[in-house]
């Protein structure tokens, strides 16, 4: 219901356009009356726009804030599970002991994928990019899961919802074991999630007494939880416009995948580790300061469409780095230089000006470095982890009506043209 109303003046006739209130953040202008006009809105890259209303997830990103249902990031990071946290993207709140041990026996019971889905893998050459794999094999799940795919039936988007949090973890690890000529592993069912994503990586069929170190079970998940969901982002929106046709969720997060490869994207945290392996030493860092400020290149892990502060999970993963790389006694040069990029990036004018703080991917890829995993599965792990979110705003959107997502243009394109054929074109 509209709050409030704008008025639009154009070719001297005024329209009135409705305003309405969310419980944070911006209002919104509807602009469907553009059309009575004659005209269409023109916004792109989105800057200024909102094409859904969602109650998942708020960024406020000149505070530098980012709630899901509610609860600061920080809060979540820090004192739930994963798994918690994916619960109460799709239900709404945090589950209580008993929908807890539900939903985590829901998630235990799905880890497992279709014998015949591995042979999907053979397709693939060993150096082929696990991102890739995992655009093809989370594609294929589709044609694996046909008598629970009736999307108008709630019972069956609730359990696609489990499958696909259950098995990404279990498709992520194989996309790796894959890559380097090991034996697929098994989930295990007396693992949690973390514990279990880290045994199928790095456990062998001989490792029958693994243990994973509980520092780095903790940040892994902690990992997770600060990678689940993010508003609008380009991958969410991905997810929503694919869902928007009635395509099928497996595919529709094949397609989130997809966006999330990107460097400007989710593929930031494995471009930071490239950028810091490029400047090698902190001597080089004014050096390569030049070439950002003349746009030869981004200092990637900086920069945000929405935060102009700290994006708030920098914060909770530079604290995990610190916890992760004390506790395995690392000294990662690495970070020496991150944090000297950083210091002189928030004392340099040409970022300040520009708004650009560190963001989620600065520091995620030095943890994930000093557990193991290879910069190539740096993206992987933050689209296993952001499948809650996006799985979230797809059952979201199938909650209520809604329209297939059709934006149009500003055309400058030939206007009439008379056919030639091609012996008389010039
Ligand atoms: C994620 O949307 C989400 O929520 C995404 C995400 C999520 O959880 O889903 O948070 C995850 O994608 C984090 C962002 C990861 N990407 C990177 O770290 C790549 C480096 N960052 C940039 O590519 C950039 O900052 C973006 C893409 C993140 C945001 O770009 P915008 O909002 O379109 O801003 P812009 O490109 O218009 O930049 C504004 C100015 C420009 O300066 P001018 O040329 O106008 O003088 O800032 C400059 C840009 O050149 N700029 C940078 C920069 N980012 C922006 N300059 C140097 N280094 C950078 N990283």
Request: glycine residues 8%.
């Amino acid at each position: 219901m509209a709050d409030n109303q704008a008025t639009l003046t154009v070719d001297g006739k005024d329209y009135q356009l409705p305003i309405t209130e969310g419980t944070l953040g911006p209002s919104v202008i509807e602009v469907a009356a553009f059309q009575q006009a004659g005209y269409w809105t023109y916004d792109p890259g989105f800057m200024a726009t909102a094409p859904v209303e969602s109650k998942i997830t708020f960024i406020d990103g000149g505070k530098g804030e980012l709630l899901h249902r509610g609860y600061p990031i920080d809060q979540l990071a820090n004192n739930a599970e994963y798994l918690e946290v994916a619960y109460a993207l799709i239900h709404g709140d945090l589950p209580n002991a008993e929908q807890k041990a539900d939903f985590f026996e829901k998630i235990r019971k799905h880890t497992g994928v279709h014998d015949q889905l591995r042979k999907f893998f053979e397709g693939f050459r060993r150096d082929a990019h696990p991102m890739a794999i995992m655009v093809g094999v989370v594609g294929a799940l589709s044609a694996f899961y046909h008598e629970d795919l009736d999307i108008s039936n709630e019972e069956h988007r609730e359990i696609t919802a489990i499958r696909l949090i259950a098995k990404m973890p279990t498709l992520a690890a194989m996309s790796y074991k894959y890559s380097q000529g090991e034996p697929f592993m098994y989930p295990r069912n007396d693992f949690n999630y973390a514990e279990n994503f880290l045994y199928m990586m790095f456990a062998t069929p001989a490792d029958v007494d693994y243990k994973t170190n509980d520092v780095i079970t903790r940040a892994m998940d902690k990992i997770f939880t600060l990678h689940a969901d993010h508003e609008q982002n380009a991958s969410t929106s991905t997810v929503r416009l694919a869902g928007s046709t009635g395509a099928n969720p497996y595919a529709c997060i094949a397609a989130g995948i997809a966006a999330l490869w990107g460097p400007s994207h989710g593929g930031a945290n494995e471009a930071v580790l490239e950028m810091l392996d490029e400047i090698g030493s902190v001597e080089n860092v004014p050096e390569f300061m030049e070439k950002v400020k003349s746009r030869e290149v981004k200092l990637m892990g900086f920069g945000h469409r929405v935060y102009k502060n700290f994006d708030p999970r920098a914060q909770v993963m530079k604290e995990t780095c610190d916890e992760v790389l004390g506790a395995l006694g690392i000294n990662d040069p690495k970070l020496e230089l991150a944090m000297a990029l950083e210091k002189i990036a928030l004392e340099d004018s040409f970022f300040v000006e520009r708004n650009l703080y560190p963001n989620v991917d600065f520091y995620s890829g030095i943890i994930l470095k000093a557990i193991g995993i290879p910069t190539s599965m740096f993206t992987v792990i933050f689209s296993l982890a952001r499948t809650s979110g996006w799985i979230s705003h797809w059952l979201e959107m199938h909650s209520a009506p809604f329209k297939i997502g059709r934006p149009r243009q500003l055309y400058t394109g030939e206007t009439q043209r008379d056919f030639v054929k091609v012996e008389d074109r010039k």
